[in-house]
């Protein structure tokens, strides 16, 4: 069981953080200038309005590379929504369709990632 520690945060050391048990992590979501996508060979960043199709499509928990699953991904696909997805040709693959596992992935996008995380001394994972 966690001890709870009542005191401004700005009191807060990190030895209390450790004795709570405290962890924290940020996930970013940014588009970055390449030329392809980060998981396909699809062209990036060629968005408009106009589609080809319609796809409906609801949320699938599966399990991640580390075997678990995920929270949220747990959480949404327990709301039942419906995803509605715009998609144009040129621009969308079996794997954006989830028909296929993710491709190698994009040693540029990668590279631009971890460079924006090395700038932000950020503490990066090893896996992805």
Known sequence: MYDFIFKPF???TEDDYKKVGFKSGLEIHQQL?????LFCRCPAGK???EFDAEILRHMRPTLSEMGVYDGTALMEFKTKKNIIY???RETVCTYEMDDTP?????EEALDIAIGIGILYNCNI???L
């Open 47 to 49: 968005y408009s309005r």
């Open 33 to 37: 200038l390449t030329d392809k996508k």
């Open 102 to 106: 993710p491709f190698l992935i994009n």
């Open 86 to 88: 715009h998609i144009k």
């Open 125 to 127: 994972v090893d896996e």
């Open 10 to 12: 700005n009191e807060m």
